[in-house]
């Protein structure tokens, strides 16, 4: 079952698939050491890695098991990271929620802006009642974004909060 990777728009943010074209983008992103500080993973060190990301995001969708998009800013078309939804199961109705954003875009609420848009995707066009995330606990910044999101009307928990 495919996954049709959405595209979606937020008052300053564009949510799309990733294209070819954004491979020197993602190395750039997942190259930097600080941006890299929480993941579980090192910084990548060849820009192939960006080029398997890509093809990995195709095969999610293929595949029906997630959605990755690229964020870009609105106004000016710069690209600002990814969030996705990962582990997607039909049949439990449930996901899990990442993002990754370029250092420059840090603070300006993109990373939540982005969360709020993917969540309601997720609960409007595929009925899931639950997604959930996990962040470094050293990593207050993403900690906040969570929470934010948990708190969009129907947040990472799908509990139809007010």
């Not at 020197?24 to 192939?48: C, G, I, K, Q």
């Not at 969030?83 to 420059?104: F, I, M, N, Q, T």
């Not at 009642?129 to 009307?153: F, H, I, W, Y």
């Amino acid at each position: 079952m495919t996954l049709a990777t959405p595209r979606l728009r937020t008052a300053r943010l564009r949510l799309r698939p990733f294209t070819d074209a954004d491979a020197d983008l993602l190395f750039a992103l997942h190259s930097n050491t600080l941006v890299m500080r929480y993941w579980d993973s090192p910084p990548w060190t060849e820009r192939a890695r960006a080029e398997r990301f890509i093809t990995r995001c195709r095969k999610m969708a293929n595949e029906g098991t997630g959605a990755r998009v690229a964020i870009d800013r609105a106004s000016d078309g710069t690209f600002v990271g990814w969030c996705s939804l990962s582990k997607w199961v039909p049949d439990h109705r449930s996901a899990s929620l990442g993002y990754c954003l370029d250092e420059a875009m840090w603070g300006h609420g993109y990373a939540t802006e982005a969360a709020h848009a993917l969540l309601r995707w997720a609960f409007d066009t595929l009925g899931l009642n639950r997604v959930q995330a996990e962040t470094d606990t050293r990593n207050v910044a993403s900690a906040r974004v969570l929470k934010r999101s948990d708190s969009c009307g129907k947040g990472l928990c799908g509990n139809n909060a007010s």
